[in-house]
T-cell receptor, first 113, second 116 residues
Framework: DAGITQSPRHKVTETGTPVTLRCHQT?????MYWYRQDPGHGLRLIHY???????DKGEVSDGYSVSRSKTEDFLLTLESATSSQTSVYFC????????????FGQGTRLTVV | AQTVTQSQPEMSVQEAETVTLSCTYD???????LFWYKQPPSRQMILVIR??????QNATENRFSVNFQKAAKSFSLKISDSQLGDAAMYFC?????????????FGPGTSLSVIP
């Protein structure tokens, strides 16, 4: 398995509170991604990073921010959690050396009550 | 915008039989990649097979093979000799070659059950 660790694996939080999810990789891959998975939608890209301090928005970025201060860490922050952000969040990494082929972490189940 | 459609929300197959999962996509690009990902109950996303659009030959990976019809924009996954461990959600996904990152677009998924 690719060296990707997400933390926490499960979290329950209250509406209006800030939440930070962490993705840590040991593969030294350049690209890192945050997706959310919801029934009927598959996975949708929230934000991605193409290098340290280089990030950009995906298709469902509203309400989320990210930071990447080191190659190995990519943080996803929900500034003020809402019930619509209850989801399973996946981190992924890729290198694009031989074409796209993302490797995924094990996911974080976030429940906003 | 590119889209990926999986018209079968749920499917079932008898153990040891063959099943085909359907996927269609829409794109105006000529060069792109297509993928099938498997998500078992453990939630881990596992890359099953990848197809480059410029390659005419269909990709195969052990019991998994694809039927890639570029003109029809169809990319089905065939699982032969189905095993209980094949029970999972299967996602079809697309990525073109023009973006500078892995912009992967996923379909909604097909839940596959394997009947002993």
């Amino acid at each position: 398995d690719a060296g990707i660790t997400q933390s926490p694996r499960h979290k329950v939080t209250e509406t209006g509170t800030p939440v930070t999810l962490r993705c840590h990789q040991t593969e030294n891959h350049r690209y890192m991604y945050w997706y959310r998975q919801d029934p009927g939608h598959g996975l949708r890209l929230i934000h991605y990073s193409y290098g340290v301090k280089d990030t950009d928005k995906g298709e469902v970025s509203d309400g989320y921010s990210v930071s990447r201060s080191k190659t190995e860490d990519f943080l996803l922050t929900l500034e003020s959690a809402t019930s619509s952000q209850t989801s399973v969040y996946f981190c992924a990494i890729s290198e694009l050396v031989k074409g796209p082929s993302a490797f995924f972490g094990q996911g974080t189940r976030l429940t906003v009550v | 915008a590119q889209t990926v459609t999986q018209s079968q929300p749920e499917m079932s197959v008898q153990e040891a039989e063959t099943v085909t999962l359907s996927c269609t996509y829409d794109t105006s690009e000529s060069d792109y990649y297509l993928f099938w990902y498997k998500q078992p109950p453990s939630r881990q996303m596992i890359l099953v097979i990848r197809q480059e659009a410029y390659k005419q030959q269909n990709a195969t990976e052990n019991r998994f093979s694809v039927n890639f019809q570029k003109a029809a924009k169809s990319f089905s996954l065939k699982i032969s000799d189905s095993q209980l461990g094949d029970a999972a959600m299967y996602f079809c996904a697309y990525s073109d070659m023009k973006t500078s990152y892995d912009k992967v677009i996923f379909g909604p998924g097909t839940s596959l059950s394997v009947i002993p």
